[in-house]
């Protein structure tokens, strides 16, 4: 059978993890409805490596995302093999050998032939020395970097993934890469793409960010939740990619979920920031005029974006202990359940605080309390301050394990010494846990080799250093939205726009979807950085960007300073941003009569 021009050929590619923990009906669901070339998994959050360095600290043969072998790939190993789907995983963390030893261990158990390549160079903490003389600062915090380290990894692309498919490899495992570059791998190689084809290298790290994050490309967290069927059976996003980059997203057949046009632009926005620079380690992607078109039931077509060369450097994901955490709670029923959870949060924090003094120990690193279900995350914004059921988290930090422990003892106490109706659900004491801080830099390709290892041999992959990235063109902004005088009403955002928001590092970016194209304009006029600062002014500490999209007719922004550090240095509940869209779309804004009356229709 002659094989179809390289035009016509479609590759289908199935995401079937957005982090360490995703579901484990995922690769079955893929593997067995989906038709699949390539099952792909993103494992690595930045919050992930954080856990993963905790887990090589305590046992050295782990620190490689576990479920990746004994859940996911334990599950399909003999119809992947059959079938001939060959799958790309970041499961490695920062330990890729180990996990490779461990799903060939698996193979061979199963009477699996399985060829399996590992990428190698990402672990860049041999340079930490020279880095440290040379005054490397944190990208975000500008502070020095630390002593000692318990990892450094650069985000790697999709180039050495490539070349291990080209080699013949069934399955590659990578350690840190960018989350696309699990998709954008199999597509150079299936393509031909080359290293200098930036409009289809970013094209196909658009594709591999539309589906890197699970079933949030088929549903998951739509602002219209209401709309979206039978969540129990969520289908898993499926990209069906062509040559020229646009491509098709859809999902299983007979799934729960649905595959929209909104979902999909609400998604292309997550954790983004200048949509027309997104940075990549293979290209400089804009998505800024990228337009997504419903093409039938349960199928989005995405157009192809356009790419410039990519910056010389890495980004770099690195970790450090940074003392101990404890984080405790306990339940407040009744009249003023609110207060009564201050006022006990703040005699934790009195009463342990006076015991490290009395002991001679130094005080906490910092503390931390919240009200949950006060709208506590609201601030001024809240409606629920009379709330008559709560919980109360309190979060401390200190150098040593001794002192949280007994912070841990003093949480309980509360429950028959202050308030009445204070309660707890159970589950003992707090666990006193390592506090891995992340931090981030820049480190020159030209200092990172890279290779891929297959049936034991080394391969080097060369990467292309660009002589200096190409800056972005400033987008313009929408046409001016024009008053007509009339009468103005308040309305909700969410009545205007879809939302979606995430996080990078101590950044959340919020992006804003027009539901009718003709109205960005008017959410431009209201919804401006300023508005967005003072809303969050209880929450963001730093300025607030916003670019247009005109492709899509959204917007995204940018908040600096506004997770409290972030990932698992942040002691708040959100630390990842998660529900800072849903707290902006329910702000008001003044609109003419004429755009209130038609949102009932939108």
């Known amino acids: 059978m ?127 020395p020279q880095l440290r003389e040379n005054d490397a600062r944190d990208t975000f915090s500008g502070e020095a970097l630390p002593d000692t380290v318990l990892s450094a990894n650069a985000y790697l692309g999709a180039l050495p993934i490539a070349a291990a498919l080209a080699a013949g490899a069934d399955v590659v495992i990578t350690g840190r890469c960018v989350d696309s570059a699990v998709t954008l791998g199999p597509l150079m190689h299936e393509f031909g793409w080359e290293a200098e084809d930036y409009d289809l290298l970013a094209s196909g790290s658009l594709a591999g960010h539309i589906i890197e994050c699970g079933c949030q490309a088929t549903g998951g967290l739509h602002t219209d939740w209401q709309d979206i069927p039978d969540w129990a059976h969520m289908g898993y996003p499926i990209v069906e990619c062509q ?39 293979d290209v400089s992607c804009d998505f800024s005029d990228v337009e997504i078109t419903q093409e039938g039931v349960d199928r989005v077509r995405v157009s192809a974006a356009r790419g410039r060369a990519p910056s010389a450097n890495y980004k770099v994901s690195a970790t450090q202990l940074d003392g101990f955490r404890c984080a405790g709670s306990m339940v407040f029923i009744g009249i003023d359940a609110e207060k009564k959870a201050v006022r006990t949060a703040e005699a934790i924090i009195e009463r342990t605080g006076e015991i490290l003094r009395q002991q001679g120990l130094p005080p906490f690193t910092s503390t931390f309390f919240e009200v949950i279900g006060s709208e506590w995350s609201y601030g001024p914004h809240s409606r629920a301050r009379q709330a008559r059921e709560v919980t109360m988290r309190v ?19 509360s429950g028959t010494s202050w308030a009445p109706g204070t309660t707890s659900p159970g589950g003992g004491r707090p666990a006193v846990s390592p506090l891995i801080k992340p931090f981030a830099f820049t480190l020159g390709k030209a200092e990172v080799p890279v290779a891929f290892v297959l049936d034991g ?6 990467v292309p250093v660009a002589a200096s990235a190409v ?132």
């Not at 646009?246 to 799934?255: A, C, M, N, Q």
């Not at 929209?260 to 292309?268: D, G, K, S, T, Y």
């Not at 009339?486 to 979807?513: F, H, M, P």
């Open 2 to 128: 002659t094989s179809p021009p390289t035009a016509q050929k479609i590759v289908r590619i199935g995401g079937a993890s957005g982090f360490w923990g995703d579901s484990m009906v995922a690769a079955p669901q893929l593997v067995t409805l989906g038709r699949l070339d390539y099952l792909v998994f993103d494992f690595l959050a930045e919050t992930t490596m954080s856990i993963l360095a905790s887990a090589r600290a305590r046992k050295p043969e782990l620190g490689y995302a576990t479920d990746f072998v004994d859940i996911a790939m334990r599950s399909v190993l003999s119809e992947v093999k059959r079938q001939g789907i060959k799958v790309v995983s970041n499961a490695g963390g920062i330990n890729p050998h180990g996990c490779a030893a461990a799903l060939r261990a698996l193979a061979e158990a199963e009477c699996v032939a399985l060829r399996i390549a590992v990428v190698e160079g990402d672990d860049v903490s041999a340079h930490m």
């Open 471 to 602: 800056v972005a063109a400033r987008q313009p902004e929408p046409p001016a939205f024009i008053d007509d005088g009339g009468e103005q009403v308040e309305v909700r955002l969410i009545e205007l726009a879809w939302g979606r928001s995430g996080d990078k590092g101590n950044l959340s970016n919020i992006g804003l979807v027009a539901r009718r194209p003709e109205w960005l304009p008017l959410l431009w006029a209201r919804v401006t950085p300023e508005f967005v600062r003072d809303y969050f002014a209880h929450l963001v500490h730093g300025k607030v960007e916003r670019f247009y999209l005109p492709g899509t007719a959204s917007m995204n922004l940018l908040l600096h300073d506004a997770l409290d550090g972030g990932g698992p240095s942040s002691m708040r509940m959100d630390p990842l941003g998660k529900g800072m869209a849903q707290m902006l779309l329910d702000a008001t804004v003044r609109v003419p009569l004429n755009v209130a009356e038609a949102t009932r229709s939108a």
């Open 395 to 413: 979060v401390a930090n200190h150098p040593q394990k001794a002192a949280l422990a007994m912070f841990a003892r003093e949480i309980a106490p």
């Open 457 to 462: 041999e080394r391969h080097a992959v060369e």
């Open 243 to 281: 040559a020229n980059g646009s491509f098709v997203v859809t999902k299983p057949e007979g799934t729960g979920g649905k595959v929209i046009r909104a979902n999909v632009a609400e998604q292309l926005l997550y954790e983004i920031g200048d949509p027309a620079a997104y940075l990549l380690p």
